[in-house]
Structures are given as C-alpha cells and as structure tokens.
C-alpha cells in the first residue's frame, strides 16, 4: 500500500499532532466526493457540509500534502491576474461580480480560523513592495482599481513609511494591505480538515483517484475501494495528472522554492520585520517572505517550468534573501522545499463543470491561498442550485499552452526569461 510522507519542510517540522486517517477500501456512498485535500477541497466541503452535503474527501497523500501545506503562508487578496485585465476580457459585468469577490478569500480564511479555533498563527497585514517608481506607479493604480469594486482598506507606503515596516533598503515605496496577513498553512489546512470532520465529513488519505466513471451516477475509484457519488469536485490542483485529461490541457505544474532560516531571535527578527507583516515584491518573478511564530525567516521565490524539482534549492533562493538582507549573511537556513502550483495561459483560474456533476476549480496561478477559500464557498453555492458567482468564473476564457502538452514547458520559460529580463531592467 502506498504511503507518501509529507516533504521535509518547516510546516511538517512544526505541524499540529493529528489523529491517524485512513484509506478508503471496499465502497462507500456519499452526496459529494471531493478529490483532494487542500485547501480547494477542504473549503469545498466544509461549505458543503456546513449546507447539508454528506461529504467523503479522498486525498492522494496526506492532508495538506501539495501547495496548501508548502506555500509561503502569504494571504494575499485578489486574483493572480487583475481586474482591469478581467474586465477587457470579459466585460464590466462579470468583472464587477469577480471584483466584489476579489477580497472574500481573506475574511473566508479569517471566519473559519475563529469558527473552528483553528491554531495556525494567524497575523495581520501584507505588504506590496516597490523595487521602482513603475512598480510604484502600478500599485497607485492597483490601489485606485480594487478601491472601485469597495476594497478601501489599502494604504500606500512612501520610502520612508516602507522602512518602518521592512529593513530592506530595495523598495521605493509600497502599499499595505491590512485584510492581508500571514499563516501557518499546514495547520490551517490540519485544522479545516479537522473541522470538515467534527461535521461528519470523512477524509481518506493514501487514497489516490485513479480513475472516474462517468455518467448519471459516477463513481471515483482508487486501488482498494470506490466511492458512489451524486456529484464529483476536482481539487487536484498541480499534483492532479492525467486523472481528467481535459483539466490537463489547459495548465501547466510549475515548481517555487522556499527556505526557511535556524530562529533568528526576537531582536533580529523585528529589526527585519518591525510589524511582524508578510512581504512580497511586485516583480512578475516575484520575492515573498514572512517571519514564523518561532522568528525565521521564510523567503520563496523563483519559478521552474515544468515542476522538476531543483537540486539545490538552498543555492538558487538564498543569494536572494541575501540581496534583500544582507546581514543574514551568517544565518543557516534548516529547511528548503519545493512545492508545485499550476499555472494557466491567462493567470486566471480554470472553473467548470464536466457533464452535469463533475465540478473543478485550478489553476490559480500562484496566489491562491484566498482563491482557494473563495473558490470552495462558490462552488459549494453551484451545487447548492446557485450558480452566478460560479458562471462568473466559469465564463472566463481559457486557452491551451502554445506547443501542447510538449512544449508547453519551454514556451513558457521563454516567456517567464523574457519577463525575469523586464524585472531586472526595470520596466
Ligand atoms: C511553494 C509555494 C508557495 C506558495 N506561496 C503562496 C503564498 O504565499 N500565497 C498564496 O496566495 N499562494 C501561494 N501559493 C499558491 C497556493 O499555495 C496554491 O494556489 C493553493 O494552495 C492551491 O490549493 P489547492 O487545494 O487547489 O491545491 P493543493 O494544495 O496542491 O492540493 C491538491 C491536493 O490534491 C491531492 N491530489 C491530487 N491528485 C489526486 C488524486 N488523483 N486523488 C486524490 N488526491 C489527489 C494532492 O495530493 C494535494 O494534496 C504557493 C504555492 C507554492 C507551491
């Protein structure tokens, strides 16, 4: 029987205990099977469980196991690609409905921690950072946008202001987000599961998909067991495969690394990070760090196409956390992983139904942490018979990588060189 570990990370060093789940053998019935536990799943069925579902999550390793228990904690609002964007795409309509919902993610993340008492020490307050006065100019625009669709709670931050915030001498300015803020991911993604379970939901681990019967009636199998469901939720993400060949066409794993230094000690730590605020540059490449309830510092950056792992992640991001702070030079750093997320042509996330009871959601990009929770709520309401704020999503245009599922990896390296070259010359 296969039994897959977490990675070697700091979230596993420090997770909360949980009891032992177990895999799924011989066959169980149930309203909704979700097909993965992160936090697309995990928020999918507690909205469907808090709405009356009976809920079974099948989850191929452990919970939390892909990008939900790997990324850099960062609650970030907003979509991967902005509004503006959405809204030359698809008209005002839509973007109005997608721009309301562009914050929820956070207050979703928020509700759940104090409804549930989920420890994952939970903090205010993120911060843009400008690297120069275009980044500058962007985030007064970005600003002025989500301001329109009612998202007032942003501040920016001169050269002086950002200073108090972070002691790193690259930025320019900023803009402070105080619906932002910073988690243990892994313990939220413990504690949800958790909570899915005090509802009644039942969570398989060590229980792959590997295959789903269509049709009026479909049935999702793994190796030892099946489960009978009136409908299906798709929340593999970037660890999905080939499970839905459709789902695979149009997106792309790709790999980002993150280190996370030995403790800092308090006093170093609030020199850094004075407020205690998650970080992250504007660049199209971006830099993002954060301290840890312990006083590490967590910085992740850079992207690998394709999802390979790199061999020496510790090699590729420290010399940037040095460029950012060079008095960490003497800092040993205790873990480095790698984590995937699945990346679309349009930056957009990919939302659907397959037939009539086959739902999906990926593809977010990279800042999914609030989509994610976002996405969970929307399509629990379509299953639930309300739909708009699904279609609003669904209705959004998607495209396959130039070059097919072969050369879609070096199509989109060459672009991502072609933008890493516009962030270093500054444009
Ligand atoms: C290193 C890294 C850093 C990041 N940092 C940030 C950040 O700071 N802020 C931010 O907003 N976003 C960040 N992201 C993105 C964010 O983490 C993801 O968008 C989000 O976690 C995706 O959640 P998910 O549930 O859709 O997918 P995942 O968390 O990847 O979950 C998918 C789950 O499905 C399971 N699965 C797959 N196939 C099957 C199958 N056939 N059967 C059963 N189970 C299956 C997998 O094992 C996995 O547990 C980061 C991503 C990475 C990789």
């Known amino acids: 029987m296969a039994n897959t570990p977490y990675p070697q990370s700091y979230y596993a ?19 909704v099977c979700v097909i993965g536990a992160g936090y697309t799943g995990l928020s999918s069925a507690l909205f469907l469980l ?3 579902f009976r809920v079974t999550v099948l989850e191929a390793a452990k919970v939390g196991f892909g990008a939900s228990g790997r990324n850099g904690g960062q609650i970030v609002n907003s979509y991967s690609r902005d509004i503006d964007v959405i809204e030359r795409s698809v008209g005002p309509r839509q973007a109005q409905l997608l721009g309301q919902m562009a914050f929820e993610g956070g207050k979703i993340i928020r509700e759940r921690v104090a409804k549930y ?21 962007h985030l007064e625009s970005q600003k002025r946008l989500w301001e329109r669709f009612g998202h007032t709670q942003l501040e920016l931050l001169d ?19 105080m619906s932002g803020g910073h988690i243990h991911p892994l313990n939220l993604a413990l504690g949800e599961a958790a909570a899915v379970e005090s509802l009644g939901g039942v969570i398989y681990e060590q229980s792959a998909a590997v295959r789903i019967e269509r049709g009026a009636n479909p049935v999702v199998h793994t190796a030892e067991g099946k489960v009978r469901a009136k409908f299906i939720i798709v929340a593999g993400n970037a660890y999905l495969g080939n499970l839905v060949p459709e789902l695979a066409a149009k997106s792309m794993p790709c790999g980002t690394q993150v280190i996370t230094t ?13 407020q205690d605020y998650c970080v992250e540059d504007c660049n199209y490449l971006l830099d993002y760090y954060r301290l840890t309830r312990d006083k590490r ?46 990346l679309t042509l349009s930056r957009l996330p990919q939302v659907g139904r397959l037939g009539d009871n086959i739902y999906y959601s990926q593809g977010c ?28 999503f669904a209705d959004l245009p998607h495209y396959p990588f130039p070059g097919g599922q072969l050369l879609r990896t070096p199509f989109a ?15």
């Open 13 to 31: 060093a420090s997770a909360n205990a949980v009891p032992p789940r177990p895999t799924l053998q011989g066959e169980v019935e149930t309203d």
């Open 50 to 52: 808090e709405n009356g």
């Open 117 to 137: 008492q989920i420890q994952c020490d939970l903090k205010d307050g993120g911060v843009f950072a400008a690297l120069n006065s275009k980044h500058m100019a």
């Open 159 to 177: 050269e002086r202001r950002i200073r108090d915030v972070v002691a790193c001498d690259n930025y320019v300015g900023g803009m402070l987000d």
């Open 262 to 274: 030995a403790p800092l000690g308090d006093e170093l730590a609030k020199t850094l990070l004075p």
């Open 297 to 342: 510092l967590i910085f992740g950056g850079g992207v690998v196409y394709g999802a390979r792992d790199p061999a020496n992640i510790e090699a590729i991001i420290r010399p940037k956390m040095l460029k950012a702070f060079p008095q960490l030079k003497d800092v040993k750093i205790d873990y480095a992983w790698t984590g995937n997320f699945l």
């Open 365 to 392: 990009s990279g800042h999914g942490v609030t989509y994610t929770h976002l996405a969970g709520k929307v399509l629990a309401e379509a299953l639930k018979g309300q739909a708009e704020r699904f279609d609003a």
């Open 413 to 427: 390296a060459l672009g991502a060189w072609y933008y890493g070259l516009r962030d270093k010359l500054g444009f």
